[in-house]
């Protein structure tokens, strides 16, 4: 009788040979494997529990695992009602306990969900804020590309009316005389070397590398 109580508590789940047996030891101390094998035997020869072997997928070795059929229950049912005024777990409980189970698998895959789809928003969310920060230091590229070309062409304007400068001081100095030319010849390349290299270092300190 206890074996099929202990397997009631499981079903519908087949339960191993060895889970069964602890299971019928812990309530009831003084019996011994070799009875509880005994007493599957009968309630298997009966069609009170039905039994399906298990093979490992390597090796020989066989798990045997048994689950109280339905004329199982309805024989300890019958033997409760003689012996005990306690309720009897009948189809119906055991059919409420299984869609207890269900509600409870279903709302665990729900909160399950849930996580899943806070945790893509949260991803999408930091995937748009990524796409925004690129996009900011791409025009941030393009600003400097930009003023670095304004620079070049002020630059370049700039440079253009030195050189058209030389030419007309040495001109006019060519007719002044030869000390006043070879004077501006010498001073004006030595300020437009100058003024290069003080664009280049302001375009590197103020346009390039910026704040």
């Given amino acids: 009788m206890q074996v099929l109580k202990s397997l009631r508590e ?23 494997i070799d009875q509880v094998t005994q007493a599957i035997k009968v309630l298997k020869e009966n069609a009170w529990i039905e039994e399906a072997v298990i093979k490992a997928p390597f090796g020989k070795t066989e798990t045997y695992r048994f689950k109280i059929t ?14 005990t005024k306690k309720t009897i777990v009948s189809a119906k409980e055991v059919e409420s306990r299984l869609v207890e189970t269900y509600d409870r698998i279903k709302n665990d895959m729900e ?23 690129i996009a900011d230091h791409d025009q941030v590229i393009r600003t400097y590309f930009l003023r670095v070309i304004e620079t070049f062409g002020v ?21 002044a005389g030869t000390s006043t030319y070879l004077y501006l010849m010498v001073s004006v390349p030595i300020c437009v070397v100058v003024y290069v290299v003080v664009m280049l270092w302001g375009i590197k300190r103020f346009i390039l590398i910026g704040k």
């Fill in 155 to 175: 630059f370049v304007s700039i440079f253009a009316v030195v050189v058209v400068l030389i030419l007309t001081l040495g001109l006019g100095a060519k007719e």
């Fill in 10 to 32: 499981f079903y519908p789940i087949k339960v191993d040979e060895i889970v069964l047996i602890s299971s019928v030891q812990k309530v009831l101390k003084d019996v011994i």
């Fill in 70 to 83: 339905s004329d199982g229950i309805d024989h300890l049912q019958s033997l409760e009602e003689s012996t």
């Fill in 111 to 133: 909160e399950m969900r849930t996580g899943i789809e806070t945790g893509q928003r949260s991803l999408e969310g930091e995937m748009e804020e990524m796409r925004k920060r």
